[in-house]
């Protein structure tokens, strides 16, 4: 099992941006594609951005495309999303997700809960206007 442990988050006013780090312990000599969601109080988790194994795949919803970059050092076993010009409707929690992937495996981009196994505790991101 791989552990996720997000961190980064915090209070921030809107504009600034914010980078958030994904570290992951445990079975990390297995490859896992990396995704990053986000759930505020009261909505559904949402997904935000999402990397494939070997870094060259992204994937991001078209109202974040330009505001963020998500990118993996598989070396150091960590993930981190950077964000520009955060805006208050950015105020969730976000997760960091791995699904595991197998010889198998053929699709590059995954964006849906549902399609990964692992998930960290959250780190909360509130930007004030």
């Known amino acids: 099992q791989v552990q996720l442990v997000e961190s980064g988050g915090g209070l921030v006013q809107a504009g600034d941006s914010l980078r958030l780090s994904c570290a992951a312990s445990g079975r990390t000599g297995e490859r896992y594609h990396m995704g990053w969601f986000r759930q505020a109080p009261g909505k559904e988790r949402d997904f935000v951005a999402s990397?494939?194994?070997?870094?060259?795949?992204?994937a991001y919803p078209d109202s974040v495309k330009g505001r963020l970059t998500i990118s993996r050092d598989n070396a150091k076993n960590t993930v981190d999303l950077q964000r520009n010009s955060l805006k208050p409707e950015d105020t969730a929690v976000y997760y960091c997700a791995a699904k595991r992937l197998s010889l198998y495996s053929s699709k590059t981009v995954y964006t849906r809960v549902v399609d990964y196994d692992y998930w960290g505790q959250g780190t909360q991101v509130t930007v004030s206007s």
């Open positions: 990397i494939d194994w070997s870094g060259s795949t992204t």
